[in-house]
């Protein structure tokens, strides 16, 4: 644990720190009906900023006037007195920075530095989150912190310690290809804390209204009272989220285990598509001998009362697209004991033979699917091709898990100890009122941070573009020209008429490309007062306009030297 993350445990600034949300209202959306698990946790952080930051005012980042609706309408939602929300334009630096940070619902903070940097470096921090770090898109996220202008007073939240060894991997080996073209650069300054995902209690919580919905399902699905119910709860999809035939094998041998108890197996979640539906049902014959239910995940009566009706949780994660995994927390929210596969967050947050029971895994080793990755970068197959085939050479110990479902279904005293366990695990480091001041820690060290540690690669307004894939043109290109205009060079009116071409020139397309760049109107027909009295350096003229102006002097300065409206005297 490093030094930042330990003091994030440690609790909140006086002051509660805010942050600016750039929001979507599709990354916060929970009553979608395929919901992922980015945007349950992003739902989920929402209303505990709402419910638990301590905030008068809630700030949204956004142009587009069905996400500011959302937004607004989503915190007066979260129960209790909300904050008042804002909404900030994207180009509202000043009020951006008053705020002090923005926060990404996602790991891309690359494109945020380089807009950042059209204001100032040290205007504001950005803070983003990890949930899948699998994809291109993340993966080029990463390699731009090698070059994108981010800061020490920058962060990316990483949810697990598996997900932030997944990202300094890509880091990594970035740097390694480029050293290995004699191109040495330093590590990125950007903060990469483990904090984790957090639920909201409440729903989980063992009342006696929970556990009599729970009892209702399962004697709604046949379910005796002696009878063991086993939860699986999540998106139906093998390529991208979890196969299903560990589960299914280990129910059956677990039936075998078990003789005189009935197993059933509820199957909470939502296909995400027709060919995921029909896979799972035909993998499903391969525990033929337990009581398979399905049931609509996007029925909220049902999907809740199943953490109460259940006796146990089980989730067997087989996909680099997980990071955290939010249900194991979740079950352990609901007093519930798992079983899951020894898989990134999952082993983060479920602790064997304390609150659950991991159930190792097997993959092919590192290298095997460089042929894989570059038919990906050949665009032969795509990203959900390429996890779904990795997916397939990656294994859970089936008679392990086995083993577990059938020890845990025998023995009901065991169950309640590890259910007990997890919910005390949950309440002291999962609850959204222990998460949020961990966020808000993290917002103040930023903001300290941004005072004192040196700027990285900071920009010269006046000598360079924002960023190096969009230069100055006459820098670019500055041996095309003979000669380049001086400040000492002097200019002089050319065209007894130039009052009158200028008060003509508006008619022209001409005039109104070159506008914008240009000094206002009033400067032009002054500068040509200016120089009937005499012609004047570049210099001197740049002096009356004020030297902020001195691009918009030197292109007007050019446009009438185009026109032939002035000559221009080259220095010596």
């Not at 929970?210 to 399902?217: E, M, S, T």
């Not at 390429?386 to 020890?407: E, F, P």
């Not at 006046?462 to 043109?473: A, I, K, L, Q, T």
């Not at 005499?534 to 007007?556: E, F, K, M, N, P």
Request: hydrophobic share 40%; proline share 5%; charged share 20%.
């Amino acid at each position: 644990m490093t030094q930042l993350d330990r003091s994030l445990k440690s609790g909140g600034a006086a002051a509660p720190p805010n942050c600016a949300l750039h929001y979507v209202a599709e990354a916060y959306d929970r009553d979608s009906k395929l919901i992922v698990g980015r945007q349950s946790a992003g739902a989920g952080f929402l209303e505990a900023l709402a419910r638990y930051g301590g905030l008068d005012q809630m700030y949204c980042i956004s142009e587009d006037r069905a996400d500011i609706a959302s937004f607004g309408s989503r915190i007066a939602q979260t129960g209790g007195p909300a904050p008042r929300p804002v909404h900030l334009g994207p180009q509202d630096y000043e009020g951006i920075s008053d705020v002090g940070c923005v926060f990404h619902p996602g790991p891309i903070i690359s494109e945020s530095a380089w807009w950042r940097r059209f204001y100032s470096e040290r205007a504001f921090s950005i803070c983003g989150i990890t949930h899948s770090v699998a994809t291109e898109r993340v993966i080029r996220g990463i390699r731009d912190f090698v070059v994108a202008p981010t800061q020490p007073w920058d962060a990316l939240i990483c949810t697990s310690h598996s997900a932030r060894d997944a990202l300094l991997w890509v880091r990594d080996a970035w740097n390694d290809y480029l050293a290995s073209r004699d191109i040495v650069v330093g590590s990125s300054p950007v903060e990469m804390p483990i904090i984790p995902l957090g639920v909201h209690l409440e729903p989980f919580t063992r009342t006696d209204d929970a556990q009599r919905k729970g009892r209702a399902l399962r004697d709604k699905l046949g379910i005796a009272e002696k009878d063991v119910a086993v939860l699986s709860f999540g998106r139906h999809d093998f390529r991208s989220k979890s196969h299903p035939i560990a589960l299914f094998r280990a129910m059956q041998l677990a039936h075998l285990r078990t003789p005189g108890v009935t197993l059933h197996l509820m199957m909470v979640g939502q296909a995400a598509d027709q060919f995921n539906a029909m896979e799972f049902r035909q993998l499903a014959g391969f525990c033929s001998s337990v009581h398979v239910h399905w049931l609509d995940g996007a029925d909220t009566e049902q999907a809740s009362a199943s953490w109460f009706a259940a006796d146990m949780f089980v989730s067997l994660s087989d996909n680099v697209q997980e990071s955290f995994g939010l249900t194991p927390v979740e079950a352990m929210a609901a007093s519930l004991p798992c079983v899951v596969s020894d898989w990134n967050g999952y082993r983060e947050t479920v602790v064997h033979n304390e609150t659950g029971i991991l159930v190792p895994t097997m993959s092919a080793p590192p290298g095997t699917g460089i042929d894989l990755a570059d038919r990906h970068a050949r665009h032969e197959i795509d990203h959900f091709v390429l996890i779904g085939m990795t997916a397939q050479s990656t294994a859970v110990d089936i008679d392990a898990c086995a083993v577990a479902i059938s020890d845990l279904a025998l023995d009901p005293a065991r169950r309640r100890s590890l259910g007990d366990a997890g919910r005390r695990r949950v309440e002291v480091e999962y609850d959204w009122r222990g998460i949020i001041p961990q966020y808000q820690a993290l917002w103040a060290e930023l903001a300290e941070r941004r005072h004192y540690d040196p700027v990285k690669g900071a920009r010269d307004h006046r000598r360079s573009s924002v960023h190096p894939d969009y230069p100055d043109p006459f820098s670019m290109f500055s041996k095309h020209p003979s000669a380049h205009l001086g400040d000492d060079d002097r200019i002089r009116i050319a065209d007894l008429n130039a009052d009158q071409i200028i008060a003509w020139l508006p008619q022209t397309a001409s005039y109104h490309l070159a506008k914008p760049m240009l000094l206002n109107p009033e400067a032009l027909s002054d500068i040509l007062h200016r120089l009937d009295a005499g012609d004047q350096s570049v210099r001197s003229l740049a002096a009356h306009y004020g030297t902020d102006s001195i691009q918009a002097i030197r292109r007007t300065i050019m446009w009438f030297y185009k026109f032939g409206l002035i000559t221009i005297e080259r220095a010596t």
